[in-house]
């Protein structure tokens, strides 16, 4: 008895809490919270005090990335430091924006929560994000800071190295982190007989590829590059697929007004060549690597 | 009594105290002169009372509960400010349906697909655990001098891969054994390594329900089956096994419905795209979570029926038993 009672005293409870919900938010109308918090007036100008209500945490700029923050966008997984094409590229947006480098904050925020509805809690996320169109349906994105292109990593000495035509790329394990566009390329570009590996993290991908649970792996050039540089010394690029077109983007809350003057600091930085003498500096321009056509 | 609004106190509060007994609502000296006339049908909590003695007054009650309750659940759910958001990116249609059937040329795999293997996986390492916890079980409950190293070795063993956390035990076999070069075993497939790490883990979880199974079986028992003659052996296959494994059945397959839904976590190792990983690929590739509503209906088909057997099984084994002491 006591038990129906409660249960019913529950409902009642329930019940009317999802009411006086509906009271509250039918007059403001059920729109999801996809402005700035508690202001929908226009951003008029760029001017730093301009866009100060529309910042995440006034008087900062609040850049996010992900933990471990990879070479060579970050270095030393230290995004505060300003080294690294993507570090390097937050304070020259910070600058155009009128902050000041100690006014950078940085929040890890992890691949696959960037894009979940509800308030984020960053300005911007910068973690070599490629743009889709599907993608920009759940969040906004800036105008490209970097053009993605796809390269191919294996071991020295490995099979793939001398045989890689069309017919034989089909034939190897391949491996991707996940996530990334690179599985895509793979499925859609090389139409591989098996499965390709799908991994967390890249450090899972490079530790099969030195155990060769994997052939060869897809990843961004310069990360590509790094890796067969740096980490993995018997590593080698293969080579890299023809130009395919999609960017990186800086990822925002969707709807987010701020995106306007960044996508403006971006176009001046683009101009100047500020962008090019960053990529040269960290990314390095490489022209060796040759086209592998799959 | 109140001194003051003694004729009305035995009214109003009867709606708002539903759950007080009429003997505290209504006055304890005597029939009150006011709440006389709520004897005579306008008392609701007395019609509310025997709206629960019938059969249908309960059923009727019940299900007005149960829709208050979902509905208001439901309503506060619609009505929140980002509802509209969150179910689009949550339980959208058409996106629950590309991620089930899978596009592997726009970079994401099959759900529907990828609960197959985690299905797969899921009775071979089930087998293999039974088996294996039962030997565990089986040592560490041995008296043998002689078995001494065996025992200490399984309590360690328990002790162990029960506190590791799962995902690590997968990380180390899917990763170390590879790197060991090993013949034979450094090559074999993720999955294999995956399955053999929960069946590594699993086995110490379901060593200590078998033993407490094994510990319910009264000493008498034994007593009773050696006195008739049978051996050791012949005892606990015949009169201890059998006993044991009745009363534990509810918790094994309580082991069992968590290692189905831990099959996802083998996806680690790469290679392996059961609907858990599936539906990570499609939600990071399309910025959906549409997916993982997808991998979490296709899980719950799977567990809610092995659930039901399990509550089944209990209820039969309580009639047995009952059935058995009159």
Known sequence: ?294 | MPAEGSTSAGVTPLPSAPGLPPAIVGSPGGPDPVTGGGLLGGDPFRRRSRLFRTERGRVVTSTVSTLAVLGGIVTAFLLAPGSRQVRSVFFNAHDMWRAFIGDPHTGFYSVGKGILLNIEMFLVAEVLILVLALVIALVRQSRSPVLFPLRMLAIAYVDFFRGVPLILVIFAIGFGLPALYLPVISYQSAVVYGVGALVIAYSAYVSEVYRAGLNSVPFSQIASARSLGLRPRTALRYVVLPQAVRTIIPPLLNDFISLQKDTALVAVLGVVIEANRAAQIFSSTVFNYSGFTVAAILFLLLTIPLARFTDHLIARDRARRLAGST
Not at chain 1, 43 to 59: E, H, K, M, N, V
Not at chain 1, 101 to 128: L, M, R
Not at chain 1, 157 to 172: E, F, M, N, V, W
Not at chain 1, 258 to 272: E, H, S
């Open chain 1, 1 to 294: 008895m006591i038990f129906r009672r409660l249960a019913v005293a529950v409902a009642v409870v329930v019940a009317g809490t999802g009411l006086g919900l509906a009271g509250m938010s039918v007059p403001s109308g059920a729109s999801p919270r996809t402005e700035g918090p508690g202001n929908t007036a226009p951003l008029r100008s760029c001017t730093y005090s301009a866009i100060q209500p529309f910042l995440y945490s006034p008087g900062h700029l609040t850049v996010a990335t992900d933990a471990p923050a990879y070479a060579p966008w970050f270095e030393h997984n230290r995004p505060s430091d300003g080294k690294g094409y993507e570090s390097a590229v937050a304070y020259a947006v910070a600058k155009r924006l009128g902050f000041k480098p100690s006014q950078v904050k940085w929040v890890v925020e992890t691949f696959n929560a960037s894009y979940a509805p509800g308030p984020k809690h960053f300005d911007f996320d910068i973690n070599e994000i490629s743009v889709t169109k599907t993608r920009a349906k759940a969040v906004t994105f800036s105008s490209g800071y970097y053009t993605d292109e796809e390269a191919l990593v294996a071991l020295k000495g490995s099979p793939i190295t001398k045989h890689h035509t069309p017919a034989a790329l089909k034939t190897y394990v391949y491996g991707a982190e996940i996530g990334t566009t690179a599985l895509q390329y793979i499925n859609s570009r090389i139409h591989p007989i098996h499965t390709p590996a799908t991994f967390t993290t890249l450090n899972d991908v490079k530790s099969a590829l030195v155990d060769h649970r994997i052939a060869a792996f897809v990843t961004d050039t310069p990360t590509a590059q790094y890796i067969a540089t740096t980490e993995i010394k018997h590593a080698t690029v293969i080579g890299q697929f023809p130009v395919s077109n999609q960017h990186y983007g800086l990822l925002f809350q969707k709807g987010d007004r701020l995106v306007k003057c960044v996508d403006k600091a971006i176009a001046v930085l683009k101009r100047t060549g500020v962008l090019h003498r960053l990529a040269k500096k960290y990314l390095r321009v490489y022209t060796s690597i040759p086209v592998i056509k799959p």
